[in-house]
């Protein structure tokens, strides 16, 4: 066992932190049959039902309503019938969502990531927390990584792109968990090389990587032909890891790349086992659905919305959450790993990716999107790099809102955009009635159309 283990684990129990028996509860049913890990499920989903009918205003009347809760008994027989829980109500209900001992849970304020284009606030608590970082802890390890093993997160980071470094507790924390951060946000020709010399200095067990990011920094290895110290794995998220992509990456770093799945607001959601097929979901952290046109359950192998429970949050339960993204779903079907997770095919889900600079370099949209977080008046955005130096926002309003109130906000983020797109950049904005979807029925909420 390395050191940096036995630190983590011992510094974990003498906080109280869950974090550890959570990992060996996981451990202990990970390959239970399926009707072990559904009664897990359904005893995590009855108790938050319970808690949520007796706290949260909004679920003591739904629950009710649809037959989930009588005499303070579940009847999960009629759990399909709770309406999906969407962002517009998430925004309209708010604190009726909270439950009434929230305080007591060490609650903390998020926001959706922006993704869909409709950022929304919610709260989380330390009991959801340390279920999250348990089951990704859990699979890193199913894939090859101990706590403590090297690490390389290519991520984005507003605060080291604002303010040129990490906090001194973020640093603390990466190096207990000999981790290094690296910001995937401007990927000029000094970073890469930067990047390419950490590599092979740091020589990594695995990179944990936005998709878009891996991808283009594969690309530069692969057309310089660059030598580069191979990882045992990477792990790429926050977009959908397309075939012709995985194989690029894989390319360049001559190792398995596995596809992970998750959001802000209900935390890891699936993630590939070593087989490389299907992404397994997480049963005692969420409940996945996967839903059709009609808002009932899809059959296998058919393309549907999903819809997700999330089994830690008590502080604001999100109980059937229609997330924004499609998928289509294997069922409960058993895994030559072993595991009889409920599984994914594949997420459909929407990526950002970059925008280009007039001197070379590109600039992950996901920086400029965050600038769109925590605005009351924005009900949906899309933003547009029409060219190097023109970036068009579409915005459609919370009501009909006059905008002079908030000019103060639209100046901050036209400061975001210039920091890292360039102080000549034109920002131009656009109030409409309704952003459209594109001609194949898909919403994009950013996108690059400089060409060169």
């Known amino acids: 066992m390395n050191w940096r283990k036995k630190l983590i684990l011992a510094g974990l129990y003498l906080s109280r932190s869950r974090i550890q028996k959570n990992l060996q509860f996981i451990e202990s049913i990970e390959y239970g049959t399926k009707e072990e890990i559904k009664k897990v499920q359904k005893n995590r989903l009855e108790s938050l039902l319970l808690h949520a009918y007796l706290n949260a205003p909004y679920y003591q009347r739904i629950l009710k309503e649809c037959g989930v809760i009588n005499n303070e008994k579940v009847n999960l027989n009629n759990f399909e019938k709770i309406p999906l829980l969407t962002k517009e109500i998430l925004r309209k209900e708010g604190k009726n969502l909270c439950s009434r001992d929230c305080n007591k849970r060490k609650p903390y304020k998020n926001t959706s990531g922006g993704s869909t284009g409709e950022p929304v606030p919610f709260i989380q ?12 802890i859990y699979f890193n390890k199913i894939l090859g990584k101990e706590i403590g093993e090297k690490e390389i997160k290519l991520w984005g980071s507003d605060r080291d792109i604002i303010m040129g470094n990490l906090m001194p507790k973020d640093r603390l924390i990466n190096y207990l968990y ?35 990011a891996a991808f283009e920094f594969s690309k530069i290895i692969l057309d310089k032909k660059i030598e580069i110290v191979k990882p045992k794995f990477i792990i790429t998220t926050i977009g959908p890891l397309f075939g012709d992509i995985r194989d690029v990456i894989e390319d360049a770093f001559k190792c398995p790349v596995y596809n992970q799945y998750g959001s802000r607001e209900v935390g890891v959601i699936a993630c590939q086992c070593k087989e490389k ?16 046109e009609n808002n009932n359950i899809a059959r296998k192998r058919e393309e549907g919305k999903i819809v997700i429970t999330n089994l830690a949050n008590y502080s604001m339960p999100l109980i059937r959450y229609e997330i924004g ?37 590109i600039v992950h949209s996901h920086f400029i999107v965050q600038s769109m977080f925590f605005r009351s008046w924005i009900k949906q955005f899309q933003i547009i790099q029409k060219d190097y130096n023109l970036i068009i926002i579409n915005i459609e309003l919370q009501n009909q809102i006059d905008t002079t109130e908030y000019k103060e906000e639209i100046a901050e983020i036209e400061d975001r955009i210039r920091f890292i797109m360039g102080e000549e950049t034109k920002i131009n904005f656009r109030f409409v009635n309704k952003i459209k979807p594109s001609k194949s029925g898909k919403y994009i909420y950013t996108l690059c159309d400089v060409k060169t």
């Open 325 to 361: 993204d499609v998928a289509i779903s294997t069922g409960y079907e058993i895994c030559d790993c072993g595991r009889n997770f409920f599984s994914l095919e594949d997420v459909l889900g929407r990526t950002l990716g970059y925008f280009k600079k007039m001197d070379g370099s």
């Open 125 to 136: 608590d330390k009991y959801y927390d340390e279920w999250n970082i348990a089951t990704k």
């Open 277 to 292: 097929k299907h992404l397994h979901t997480f049963p005692w952290f969420n409940f996945v659905e996967v839903v059709d």
């Open 178 to 212: 000999n981790r290094k951060f690296f910001n995937s946000y401007n990927l000029d020709d000094k970073n890469i090389n930067d990047l390419i010399k950490l590599n092979n200095k740091f020589k990594p067990s695995c990179y944990w990587s936005y998709v878009d």
